[in-house]
């Protein structure tokens, strides 16, 4: 079992920066992929980026060359940066683990954390 925290969302101005961390339990955090997945209010929740075990990474078109996805193994921490902020982004934000995977699939994923919500004001 894998246990994720989300933090670090909170309201900023548009064009703003921020970083998510997902703390994880557990000896393996290692040899997950990770994610991050945003749902707005009424909209389905959608793909942000991932980050395998062998840190590769992928992103979705819209946060691409804005957002940075990292990943801290001795930590058991993954990071979303979020650069030049829009309110477009405003969602929830969560981060997710999966044992195996390309880490594009939602329904892939194993386990998922509470969320961390994040508000761009214009």
């Known amino acids: 079992q894998v246990q994720l925290v989300e933090s670090g969302g909170r309201l900023v101005q548009a064009g703003g920066s921020l970083r998510l961390s997902c703390a994880a339990s557990g000896r393996t955090f290692s040899t997950y992929t990770m994610g991050w997945f945003r749902q707005a209010p009424g909209k389905e929740r959608e793909f942000v980026a991932t980050?395998?075990?062998?840190?590769?990474?992928f992103y979705a078109d819209s946060v691409k060359g804005r957002f940075t996805i990292s990943r801290d193994n001795a930590k058991n921490t993954v990071y979303l940066q979020m650069n030049s902020l829009k309110p477009d982004d405003t969602a929830a934000y969560y981060c997710?683990?999966?044992?195996?995977?390309?880490?594009?699939?939602?329904?892939?994923?194993?386990?998922w954390g509470q969320g961390t919500q994040v508000t761009v004001s214009s």
């Open positions: 997710a683990a999966s044992r195996s995977g390309t880490g594009l699939n939602k329904a892939s994923y194993n386990y």
């Open positions: 980050i395998r075990s062998s840190d590769s990474t």
